[in-house]
């Protein structure tokens, strides 16, 4: 897989994850990259760095350019979403509202030893993101957590039977709990 460098590179990629593709109108070929330079130079990178970071990423293989009559669209490829991907689970946060809905939020996972690197990664991605370990392999969390426990799954590629997301109303002994959060 490409490394990426230069945080350039990194916002034109979490941009095209996020909205699909850029499409341009445009008579000449070339009109696309004056915009799209544009469009991150507003962001506060310079006009070259922007364009040394698209080339590079095209030269990766991480995005390419189509032209279909005067439209021309900028899209990522297959590795591209990968790695994009990789920078929306870095900057991955779970909002916590105000007040707790006294319900408990578990996560549950059983993944095998031989993938004992990407356990150890998910365990790692789970206390950075705050959740408390019940046990080994389960962990909690006090606040609506559901879409961003789905995106993990799916980011380490994980089952169904794999990790489950519980929603409950009592732990029992949950006073270290209560504490570790606060509540």
Known sequence: MARIKGTASQEILRSLLKVGAFVFVAQSPYFWTKVYTGKFCSLGFQESKVRDAFSYLRRKKLLYVEKEGRQIYIRLTLEGEKEA???QINKLQIDTPNRWDQKWRLIIFDI?????????????????????????SIW???????????????????????LKILEVSKIEDDALVKAFFHL
């Open 85 to 87: 991907g990789k920078f």
């Open 140 to 162: 909690v969390f006090p606040y609506p957590c559901e879409k961003e426990v789905k995106l993990l799954r799916e980011f380490f590629n994980l089952t169904l039977r794999q």
């Open 112 to 136: 095998p030893e031989k993938a004992r690197i990407k356990r150890d990664a998910f365990r790692g991605k789970l206390k950075e993101l705050g959740f408390y370990q019940l046990q080994k």
